[in-house]
C-alpha cells in the first residue's frame, strides 16, 4: 500500500543543474552531467588543498 515511498528513494540533486538525480547516474541527473563534473576533475579544477600526488603508474616496468 506505501509503496510509492520508494519513488522518494533518490533524494540527490544533480550537482550540475540542479535536477533530480537519476539512480543510474548518481547524484547526477544524466550522463552528460556526470561527464561534465568528470571533465572538471580532468581540468584541474576540483584540485584538492594541499598536494595532489598523482601516482604515475611507475614500479611494474614491463620485461622486455
Ligand atoms: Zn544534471
Known amino acids: 500500500m506505501s509503496d510509492k515511498k520508494a519513488k522518494a528513494k533518490t533524494g540527490s540533486k544533480c550537482p550540475e543543474c540542479g535536477k533530480p538525480g537519476v539512480q543510474q547516474f548518481r ?3 544524466s550522463k552528460r552531467c556526470a561527464d561534465v563534473d568528470l571533465g572538471k ?17 611507475i614500479g611494474e616496468a614491463e620485461p622486455s
Not at 43 to 53: A, H, Q, R, V
Open 27 to 29: 547524484p547526477f541527473c
Open 41 to 57: 576533475w580532468f581540468n584541474e579544477e576540483y584540485t584538492l588543498p594541499g598536494d595532489t600526488e598523482i601516482p604515475d603508474d
